[in-house]
């Protein structure tokens, strides 16, 4: 499967406990998205890369959050200090555009509850 | 006010029915627009992009106002398999790969 995969699908943890989630694009897109999604909305815009390059990032982001795609493949988001509030699925999405926007590719998400 | 808006339905249709969903954006200088398909517990998926002079894949039409800043969704003869949220994506200005979500109007068709 040469899809979006993230890990891990599902992941409980108690509040003030610090995660990551993993992101895998689709090889040789250069753009990598996270974005954020609770039940009865829409994704959330959390940030996005252009290979290495973080080139936005939601002013809702608190700085308990943080995302790295160090050489431009994989990316990781953590989460410092989990609050109830950050139980949501974290979405992350891929794209071959290098100028505008187009199809962004996604993941099947990563579920956080946080207890 | 959100930078997309959408009825968030649901919306619930016979089978053969036509059904229009509509979308508002607030920055006029927004330059791509997308709608999406999301089924229950799915990831999205790119439904069609919706260009200034309108366009139609199959039973889909999309349109554009500009003037309005609105966005339109139109589904005719809608199927069992049509069932799901429609979610309308926005790109806030023209340099920049950034998109925004609406929060999607949920579709249910009845035979």
């Known amino acids: 499967d040469t899809g979006v995969s993230q890990d891990p699908r599902h992941k409980i943890t108690k509040r003030g406990q610090n995660v990551t989630f993993r992101c895998d694009p689709i090889s040789e897109h250069n753009r990598l998205y996270w974005y954020r999604q609770t039940l009865g909305q829409g994704p959330e815009f959390l940030t996005y890369f252009q290979n290495e390059a973080q080139l936005e990032k939601s002013r809702l982001l608190s700085d308990r959050f943080s995302a790295e795609r160090p050489k431009g493949s994989f990316s990781t988001l953590e989460i410092q200090r989990t609050e109830q509030g950050d139980s949501a699925m974290y979405l992350c999405?891929?794209?071959?555009?290098?100028?505008?926007?187009?199809?962004?590719?996604f993941g099947e998400g990563s579920r956080l509850t946080v207890l | 006010r959100k930078e997309v808006e959408q009825d968030p339905g649901p919306f619930n249709v016979p089978e053969g029915a036509t059904v229009a969903f509509n979308c508002t954006y607030s920055?006029?200088?927004?330059?791509?627009f997308f709608w999406y398909r999301q089924d229950c517990r799915k990831e999205p998926k790119l439904l069609m992009s919706?260009?200034?002079s309108g366009n139609e894949d199959g039973r889909f039409t999309a349109q554009l106002n500009r003037a309005s800043q609105y966005i339109s969704l139109l589904i005719r003869d809608s199927k069992l398999s049509d069932s799901a949220t429609y979610l309308c994506v926005v790109t806030p200005a023209s340099n920049t790969g950034k998109l925004i979500f609406g929060q999607g109007t949920t579709l249910q068709v009845k035979p």
């Open positions: 920055n006029s200088a927004s330059q791509s």
């Open positions: 919706v260009y200034s």
């Open positions: 999405a891929s794209s071959p555009m290098t100028g505008g926007a187009g199809e962004l590719f």
